[in-house]
């Protein structure tokens, strides 16, 4: 949640009625979400077992806009695109993890992690043994423990689906090269020119100018990396 079918219960549905649509189905239901999320934190409260718990919230993807989510609703606020999209309204999601006692609280990282990054973070906070075999996720214990350490991952890759018209993305600190962009948002927006898309999210974090011509060397660079990173996937 929030997620298709949007049923938001009656009372935020009367709540949000004076809005105008998608905008109010959405509302109703991440009202409805938090509620029920409230709820279960409520629940651990009352047990005593909140300092027992690790809680994660994360979305997978950006908002849908979708028919079947009313067209829309959500919002990628500075960011371009949406769900099925690699640019960063598609990908860069919000995160919270909690844990009294154990980790700080009510701080924020700006480091790349990603959902993959769950697994062995929680193995190693409770202590777990991995199985010995290649992950993509790496624990990010360290960041979560300190704003400053850098990000666990020096390189990220992203494929949706296969075959030459596949949708790709490759980061490496602030650059970032997308291979046969979507934007859901703006449909019409990319042309045959942009195929290969690269942006320095430094500079622009709302991904609206492709510099590929310009960094030639760093197109070169990024798609021979996600070439060989796709390569180990399909063949290991």
Not at 93 to 102: D, K, L, N, Q
Not at 140 to 167: D, E
Not at 193 to 216: C, P, Q, R, S, Y
Request: proline share 6%.
């Amino acid at each position: 949640m929030p997620h298709y079918p949007l049923q938001g219960e009656e009372k935020w549905r009367k709540t949000y009625r004076h809005l105008t649509a998608p905008r109010k189905q959405y509302a109703a239901f991440v009202s409805t979400m938090d509620e029920k999320i409230g709820r279960v934190l409520s629940y651990l409260d009352r047990f005593n077992l909140t300092e027992k718990t690790i809680v994660i919230f994360q979305s997978d993807h950006g908002h849908s806009v979708e028919v079947r989510t009313f067209g829309g609703g959500g919002s990628a606020g500075p960011y371009r695109g949406a769900k099925f999209s690699m640019f960063e309204g598609g990908i860069r999601i919000p995160a919270m993890i909690s844990w009294p006692g154990h980790l700080p609280e009510n701080e924020i990282r700006t480091q790349l992690a990603t959902g993959c990054d769950w697994f062995p973070t929680i193995a190693e906070l409770c202590r777990v043994k991995l199985p010995k075999r290649k992950l993509d996720g790496k624990s990010i214990v360290p960041v979560l423990k300190s704003a400053t350490v850098p990000s666990q991952h020096k390189w990220f890759h992203w494929q949706l689906g296969n075959g030459p018209r596949a949708q790709w993305a490759v980061r490496e600190d602030h650059w970032k090269l997308i291979g046969n962009p979507r934007d859901p948002v703006h449909k019409n927006s990319l042309g045959p020119n942009n195929k290969l898309f690269l942006v320095d999210l430094e500079k622009d974090i709302g991904e609206k100018t492709n510099i590929a011509k310009d960094h030639a060397d760093v197109v070169k660079r990024l798609k021979k990396r996600h070439n060989l990173w796709k390569h180990d996937v399909l063949h290991n």
